[in-house]
């Protein structure tokens, strides 16, 4: 019995370590509208929203909700307009379009842990596009911000079906993700279908109606054990066989 425990535990706590792992992947910049995670489970890309180089933006000037500027984005490759924004990512220019700058060049591009956001630079400029995980949003919104607290740092947000991991690829989940998705719905399945077998059929009340009540009490004691027996090479201690 005790083996079944220990074998239990050690196969719960290899599929929590596994949905962790997935759960603290990191999106690892690939160029400056792409990012890969780590753990293989996907990538975020914005190429498909993006113009080719030296063109228009992908996302022309429109007017932020914190300030009196416009501001014009492209995804992945540079746009060209007047100067100085000759060759970035991100434009920003006043409403009587006398003021232009430089607010975010494609090399600088660098993504956050969780690739929900891009930051650009240009100069003493700073431009953050959070990237908004809408699979429905196959028509991208583009939401500038504007200047926030900071001075000279900007935000946009951007709401597309490609800001979500695979979202605009081809592409399914990884095992990682398909394991940690597997087990979190048995642990639902087995609450829900447990609690109401309980309750109904047996006519239990309170704690008793906790599926296996006495296990997941003692559950803390047996992973200490499993612990233990790892650390200690997997062997048993004879000695407290002995006591017992």
Known sequence: MEL???????????????????????????DSCTCKFDDGSGVI????????????PRFNFTQATRDSYFYAYNPCNSFKWNAPCGDVAVCQMSSDGKEIFDAGNQPTASFDAEGTTITYTASARTTTVNLICSPSATTPVYEPQGEGAVQEKYAINLTSNCACKNGCLPGGLSPGSAL??????LVILYLVVGVLFLKFVRGAEGK????????????????????????????????NYETI
Not at 16 to 25: F, K, N, R, S
Not at 208 to 216: A, Q
């Open 4 to 30: 079944q425990f220990l074998s239990l535990v050690t196969l719960v706590l290899l599929l929590v370590m596994q949905c962790e792992e997935v759960l603290t992947a990191t999106c690892k910049k690939v």
């Open 45 to 56: 890309s914005l190429k498909t929203l993006a113009n080719p180089a030296g063109g228009q």
């Open 208 to 239: 008793e109606l906790i599926p296996n009540y006495e296990f997941w009490k003692e559950l803390p004691l047996l992973i200490k054990d499993g612990v233990l027996f790892v650390v200690h090479g997997c062997k048993s201690d004879s000695n």
């Open 180 to 185: 940690c998705i597997i087990f979190s719905v």
